[in-house]
Nanobody, 123 residues
Framework: QVQLVESGGGLVQAGGSLRLSCAASGRTFSSYAVGWFRQAPGKEREFVAGISWSGSLTYDADSAKGRFTISRDNAKNTVTLQMNSLKPEDTGIYYC????????????????WGQGTLVTVSS
């Protein structure tokens, strides 16, 4: 069993930065790949970025490439999403999630989810 808690969301102007954190509980957290997803009002939840269990592999959605960086610290049971050059279209609730698959951009592959943190980017 893994429990995930996101933090770090807030209101930021376009061009600004935010750092989201995902804190996990559970001794086996380091066995899971982790992904960040977001859901804008009226839209489906979409993949943003992911990282393998070891941290050696990261993968980003096209919308995040060059702006977002995902990292993890298994000793601290945390995964971080650094978001730079934010745009109004980045607005949404951001969720972290854990999967037993080594790599996945599909939300249906993720078995554990946090409650989400709201990111609002003003123009």
């Amino acid at each position: 069993q893994v429990q995930l808690v996101e933090s770090g969301g807030g209101l930021v102007q376009a061009g600004g930065s935010l750092r989201l954190s995902c804190a996990a509980s559970g001794r086996t957290f380091s066995s899971y790949a982790v992904g960040w997803f977001r859901q804008a009002p009226g839209k489906e939840r979409e993949f943003v970025a992911g990282i393998s269990w070891s941290g050696s592999l990261t993968y980003d959605a096209d919308s995040a490439k060059g702006r977002f960086t995902i990292s993890r610290d298994n000793a601290k049971n945390t995964v971080t999403l650094q978001m730079n050059s934010l745009k109004p279209e980045d607005t949404g609730i951001y969720y972290c999630a854990a999967t037993t698959k080594g790599y996945s951009t599909l939300r249906y592959d993720y078995v554990y989810w946090g409650q989400g943190t709201l990111v609002t980017v003003s123009s």
